[in-house]
């Protein structure tokens, strides 16, 4: 069981920034995966950044160029640096883990952080 706990989230106003945390149980490196997912009210939840455990990232284009997704595996933790926010960054932003245990996939899930960023 891998447990995932964000933090940093609040409110902010646009242009100014942000900077998430996701705490893992265990070793982060171990996960085929990680990333960051968020989900506006309406809207369906959608990948804003991800790492592979080689250390590609890929980025949502609409935040491409504002955020960065990094990692710091001896604290087990996982960052979204999030700068010029806009008001459509508004949502819920989860982490996110995934990988194989054995030859069964898995996928677990942070509870989330609410940022809000006033025009």
């Known amino acids: 069981q891998v447990q995932l706990v964000e933090s940093g989230g609040g409110l902010v106003q646009a242009g100014g920034s942000l900077r998430l945390s996701c705490a893992a149980s265990?070793?982060?490196?171990?996960?085929?995966?990680m990333g960051w997912y968020r989900q506006a009210p309406g809207k369906q939840r959608e990948l804003v950044a991800g790492m592979t455990q080689g250390g590609y990232t890929n980025y949502a284009d609409s935040v491409k160029g504002r955020f960065t997704i990094s990692r710091d595996n001896a604290k087990n933790t996982l960052y979204l640096q999030m700068n010029s926010l806009k008001p459509e960054d508004t949502a819920i932003y989860y982490c996110n883990a995934e990988g194989m245990a054995g030859v069964l996939p898995y996928t677990y899930w942070g509870q989330g952080t609410q940022v809000t960023v006033s025009s």
């Open positions: 265990g070793s982060i490196f171990r996960h085929n995966t």
